[in-house]
């Protein structure tokens, strides 16, 4: 099965256990939205959900995973890769990631034609106290659009 994998890094089976007290790396879910089952156990229930992890094929690669953006569920790589979600704590205040297309699918193989500068949005987040977060996406904006919260942030819980 080794043989198949296309993940070279270790663990060769791959993380999904990122969660850190007071970093922003991890799983976050929207407050009311009834955690990692969603409310009444819908079919959708990924809606609420909101990661900052690291990509399952090259964990080098930052990754920011998105139940609802721009109205649809949508993962993305970091444009520059930095910063390192599991270093940003409360103390740093608003953070922007500007969000890219992954350069590579399930097998490892490169996309042709992805361009990974070319940004679909940004997600502006803020860590607080208590194990929460704020968070807004702001689809087809760069970083330099994008100076702070509107009425349309939201608030994310561990």
């Given at each position: 099965?080794l043989?198949?994998?296309?993940r070279?890094?270790?663990?060769?089976?791959?993380?999904?256990?990122?969660?850190?007290?007071?970093?922003?790396?991890?799983?976050?879910?929207?407050?009311g939205?009834g955690?990692?089952?969603g409310?009444?156990?819908?079919?959708?229930?990924?809606?609420?959900?909101?990661?900052?992890?690291?990509?399952?094929?090259d964990?080098?690669?930052?990754?920011?995973?998105?139940?609802?953006f721009?109205?649809?569920?949508?993962?993305f790589?970091?444009?520059?890769n930095?910063?390192d979600?599991?270093k940003?704590?409360?103390?740093?205040?608003l953070?922007?990631?500007?969000?890219?297309?992954?350069?590579?699918?399930?097998?490892?193989?490169?996309?042709?034609?992805?361009?990974t500068?070319r940004?679909?949005?940004?997600?502006?987040?803020?860590?607080?106290?208590?194990?929460?977060?704020r968070?807004?996406?702001?689809?087809?904006?760069?970083?330099?659009?994008?100076?702070?919260?509107?009425?349309?942030?939201?608030?994310?819980?561990?």
């Amino acid at each position: 099965m080794l043989k198949l994998n296309p993940r070279t890094a270790e663990p060769r089976g791959g993380k999904i256990d990122y969660d850190l007290d007071g970093r922003l790396v991890g799983n976050w879910y929207e407050v009311g939205s009834g955690g990692y089952a969603g409310r009444n156990r819908r079919l959708d229930y990924w809606i609420g959900h909101l990661t900052f992890a690291y990509h399952h094929i090259d964990p080098t690669r930052i990754v920011v995973s998105l139940g609802s953006f721009d109205g649809r569920p949508r993962q993305f790589w970091v444009k520059g890769n930095v910063p390192d979600p599991a270093k940003i704590s409360e103390s740093d205040g608003l953070v922007k990631y500007e969000l890219v297309y992954s350069a590579i699918d399930n097998s490892g193989k490169r996309y042709d034609g992805i361009d990974t500068n070319r940004v679909h949005g940004v997600v502006l987040t803020q860590v607080l106290p208590n194990r929460q977060l704020r968070v807004e996406a702001f689809p087809g904006k760069t970083a330099a659009n994008v100076s702070g919260f509107t009425t349309g942030a939201k608030s994310y819980e561990r």
